[in-house]
């Protein structure tokens, strides 16, 4: 079941990609979600791209 403050969706990807998300995914002891979901956010600070949310919880963490 998906957490409710999450975005579900499907992704088509090809077996060959899907298999080398698996065994990272295995190596670094993440489900091939979280491992998917971690690379996105790398792959968006590598361009400087910080999500909002994240954004505001590090703004709540100063303020503590």
Known sequence: ????DK???LLRIDP???AELE?????ELRSVNAQT???LREALATRGIVPKAA???ATDRKRD
């Open 16 to 18: 060959p990609l899907w």
């Open 7 to 9: 975005k579900a969706f």
């Open 55 to 57: 954004r505001r919880k």
């Open 1 to 4: 079941m998906p957490s409710p």
């Open 23 to 27: 065994r990272l995914a295995a190596a």
């Open 37 to 39: 979901e971690f690379l």
